[in-house]
Protein backbone atom coordinates (compact mmCIF):
# COMPACT_ATOMS: atom_id res chain seq x y z
CA UNK A 1 0.00 0.00 0.00
CA UNK A 2 1.37 3.31 -0.76
CA UNK A 3 0.75 6.89 0.79
CA UNK A 4 1.24 10.02 -0.38
CA UNK A 5 0.96 13.00 1.89
CA UNK A 6 1.10 16.62 0.63
CA UNK A 7 1.60 19.76 2.06
CA UNK A 8 2.32 23.30 1.13
CA UNK A 9 -0.80 24.44 -0.13
CA UNK A 10 -1.62 28.12 1.13
CA UNK A 11 -3.15 31.47 0.06
CA UNK A 12 -0.73 33.46 -2.16
CA UNK A 13 -1.56 36.59 -4.41
CA UNK A 14 -1.19 36.11 -7.71
CA UNK A 15 2.16 36.50 -9.31
CA UNK A 16 3.53 34.66 -6.19
CA UNK A 17 5.60 31.16 -5.93
CA UNK A 18 4.54 28.02 -3.35
CA UNK A 19 6.20 25.30 -3.17
CA UNK A 20 4.11 21.50 -2.79
CA UNK A 21 5.69 18.41 -0.78
CA UNK A 22 4.59 15.18 -1.42
CA UNK A 23 6.30 12.33 0.48
CA UNK A 24 5.76 9.10 -0.52
CA UNK A 25 5.78 5.97 1.23
CA UNK A 26 4.99 2.11 1.98
CA UNK A 27 6.98 0.34 -1.49
CA UNK A 28 10.26 1.51 -3.85
CA UNK A 29 10.25 5.40 -4.41
CA UNK A 30 12.11 5.01 -7.47
CA UNK A 31 9.73 1.68 -8.68
CA UNK A 32 7.31 5.20 -9.43
CA UNK A 33 6.46 7.61 -11.82
CA UNK A 34 4.44 10.44 -10.06
CA UNK A 35 2.18 13.31 -10.79
CA UNK A 36 0.53 16.14 -9.87
CA UNK A 37 -3.23 17.08 -10.66
CA UNK A 38 -5.54 19.46 -9.64
CA UNK A 39 -9.31 19.82 -9.17
CA UNK A 40 -11.13 22.94 -9.05
CA UNK A 41 -14.65 23.80 -7.64
CA UNK A 42 -16.96 22.72 -10.39
CA UNK A 43 -14.38 21.69 -12.61
CA UNK A 44 -12.82 18.13 -13.34
CA UNK A 45 -9.26 16.82 -11.97
CA UNK A 46 -6.98 18.26 -14.34
CA UNK A 47 -3.19 16.84 -15.10
CA UNK A 48 -0.70 19.87 -14.61
CA UNK A 49 2.41 17.63 -14.23
CA UNK A 50 4.41 14.12 -13.95
CA UNK A 51 7.83 13.18 -13.40
CA UNK A 52 9.37 9.52 -14.39
CA UNK A 53 10.91 7.81 -11.85
CA UNK A 54 14.70 8.90 -12.62
CA UNK A 55 13.47 12.51 -12.86
CA UNK A 56 15.38 12.40 -16.14
CA UNK A 57 11.81 13.37 -18.24
CA UNK A 58 9.06 15.80 -17.02
CA UNK A 59 5.89 16.40 -18.72
CA UNK A 60 3.66 19.61 -17.94
CA UNK A 61 0.15 20.82 -19.08
CA UNK A 62 -0.22 23.61 -21.28
CA UNK A 63 -1.83 26.10 -18.84
CA UNK A 64 0.93 25.57 -16.34
CA UNK A 65 4.09 25.11 -19.09
CA UNK A 66 6.71 27.57 -18.58
CA UNK A 67 5.43 28.07 -14.71
CA UNK A 68 5.79 24.83 -12.58
CA UNK A 69 8.52 22.84 -12.42
CA UNK A 70 8.02 19.10 -11.41
CA UNK A 71 11.07 17.42 -9.24
CA UNK A 72 11.88 15.08 -6.85
CA UNK A 73 14.72 13.68 -4.79
CA UNK A 74 15.07 9.77 -4.10
CA UNK A 75 16.85 10.38 -0.97
CA UNK A 76 13.99 11.49 0.55
CA UNK A 77 10.66 9.77 -1.06
CA UNK A 78 9.36 13.31 -2.23
CA UNK A 79 8.41 14.88 -5.19
CA UNK A 80 7.96 18.52 -5.29
CA UNK A 81 6.15 21.05 -7.74
CA UNK A 82 7.46 24.61 -7.76
CA UNK A 83 4.62 27.00 -8.64
CA UNK A 84 5.89 30.58 -9.85
CA UNK A 85 4.18 33.42 -11.54
CA UNK A 86 0.83 32.21 -9.66
CA UNK A 87 -2.57 33.34 -11.41
CA UNK A 88 -5.97 33.01 -9.85
CA UNK A 89 -7.10 30.44 -12.13
CA UNK A 90 -4.42 28.25 -10.18
CA UNK A 91 -6.80 28.02 -7.10
CA UNK A 92 -7.70 24.59 -6.97
CA UNK A 93 -6.75 21.06 -4.84
CA UNK A 94 -3.53 19.97 -5.67
CA UNK A 95 -2.92 16.18 -5.47
CA UNK A 96 -0.08 13.86 -6.03
CA UNK A 97 -0.79 10.30 -7.29
CA UNK A 98 1.65 7.46 -8.31
CA UNK A 99 1.78 6.04 -11.84
CA UNK A 100 0.79 2.71 -11.86
CA UNK A 101 -0.96 1.61 -15.35
CA UNK A 102 0.67 1.87 -18.76
CA UNK A 103 -0.60 4.71 -21.06
CA UNK A 104 -0.50 8.83 -20.91
CA UNK A 105 0.53 10.67 -18.28
CA UNK A 106 -2.29 13.24 -18.21
CA UNK A 107 -5.24 10.49 -17.33
CA UNK A 108 -5.87 10.37 -13.98
CA UNK A 109 -7.02 6.76 -14.50
CA UNK A 110 -3.22 5.22 -14.53
CA UNK A 111 -2.80 6.61 -11.17
CA UNK A 112 -3.54 3.89 -8.63
CA UNK A 113 -2.55 5.79 -5.33
CA UNK A 114 -3.43 9.15 -4.95
CA UNK A 115 -2.71 11.77 -1.60
CA UNK A 116 -5.37 13.52 0.31
CA UNK A 117 -5.03 17.03 -1.49
CA UNK A 118 -3.24 20.10 -0.93
CA UNK A 119 -5.23 23.53 -1.19
CA UNK A 120 -3.89 26.45 -3.05
CA UNK A 121 -5.87 29.62 -3.23
CA UNK A 122 -4.56 32.69 -5.47
CA UNK A 123 -6.17 35.95 -5.28
CA UNK A 124 -5.92 38.63 -7.87
Known amino acids: QINLVESGGSSVQAGGSLRLSCVFSGRTFTDYDLGWFREAPGKEREFVSA????????YYGESVQGRFTISRDNTKDTVYLQMNNLKAEDTAVYYCAAFTRSGSYWNPEHYGYWGQGTRVTVSS
Open 51 to 58: ITWSGENT
